[in-house]
């Protein structure tokens, strides 16, 4: 077995080798916002480190077939380890694990073959590959041509077997493969979910390889494509993942609340650049409340949830980092002196979703240090300098009421929030704490390849953000 | 072949495992490649085979092949599970 982990620096390498700048790959800020929370491993990359691994010979060699099924992501970070599953003469199964699971299955047949001396492919693209972002429903009878290239330097870095031995035409159809699903179709919001590759000796120069749209499914998001070229056919498996979810303009949630509705409150809200924290936001600003921001990487984000307030004709709001996660770091001089008179508790790491297994401790933790410890914190930390109590809205979850599979960590780091908050309003008579198990709300922590039942944001938090209002002295 | 005959083999074509028996408390996550991507492909060939319209949001209240199943008799298919 051998085990490596993936960097940031590992995926820009790759990205430059195959041409895939899918931000999921190579963008922590963007990935951050999609479906896995963090920049994922691409497919292409496990799969050639897998075969520059494993396969042993010292002869030149060609592949006679490839498969390979991407169940789940490889993160960047993530220890990987290859395992062998099946070794025979000329053929491997392999599995690239992670936590003891099986994130890539690959199958792979090669025969010896002429000598990878020298390829006649330009060393980069001749045009700078474009990200497209195709509907699902313009691609019935889309068909394309990539033009291939190899930089053999970069590739002998990353791939020093394959470099050498490959019959390296072979490497550069491969390579195109993912830059098709990633910056072609599906394009941005892609995930690669199989290929299947048969080779041959071809009977002209390799420079090219086709692809044609074979069958889609507009209503489960998934795309079937035929691959055709010099000595290569195949199929490939793409599905279309959600995109980052759009919350309503601050212009339209001003219809829905009365101008002075939340007027005289110092609103903080901790997590507010985007998903509850950014709709929570704009409602208090549409309301007359006086909002400060917090992001801890989406400093973008929360840039523009501000600009969005400010075009609806509510100035004078404010931004400002805080990691509520780091006891280290001390509180800024922007939150210290904005004396808040209300507190909108809304920081969260990735959630993600799972299926059942053993209870995960570290997973537990990630959640405790945001739900609990930071909580504590932050409240403990806070200067109170305004007279009377303090609101603050902790938001909790459904699934302690309603267990979901995957969700136990999650539910319990919530819990344990729900009892620092009992603690905190006991011995403290400054803070009123509201607590609500809110349901699962469309945002881009609910977002799922599955199609699923999610609520609006605003028809659950205007009702709790007025009657927390209207407790007010 | 009997329908319930036609979604074993479904199963067992999409999971690749020719013993796989289907019960109706039968989930996911006790089947090793029945996985969000296989879970896609067997709604796709099942609306393919047995000529019925899956809706996406049925496919996510759907918690074990019972589930499943009571959904697919609802639109006539009769399967005995």
Redesign the interface.
Known sequence: MTSRVFTMQDQENFAILSGDSNPMHVDAIQARRYLFGRPVVHGIAGVLWGLDTAIRTEASFRLTSLSARFISPILVGDPVTLVIEKQEAGSLTLGLEVGGSVCTRIEVAWQSGPDAASIDLPNSPVLRPIMKEPAIAALEGVSGKLLLFLDMGLCRRLFPTLADLVFLPQLAQILATTRLVGMEVPGLNSIFNELKMRFSPPERDVDSVSYSVRKLYPKFGRVSLALDGPGVEGRIEASYRPAPHRQPTSTELREQVDAGRFAGQRALVVGGSRGLGEVTAKLLAAGGAWVLITYNQGAQDARRVLMDIDESGSAGHSRCRLDVGSPEESLPSAVTEFSPTHIYYFATPHIGGGRAGPFDKAKFERFCEIYAYGFHRLLTNLPMASPGPIHVLYPSSIYLDEPETGMQEYAAAKSAGETVCTYLMGARSDLKIHRHRLPRLSTDQTASLIARENQDPVSILLPILTRMAATDP | MANHEKLTQIFREIMEDESLVLRRDLK??QVEKW???N??NL??MIEEEFGVT?D??D??KMRNVGDLVDILNAKGCEIAL
């Open positions: 996911a996550d996985d969000s991507f879970h896609m709604m796709i899956v996406p949001t496919v996510d």
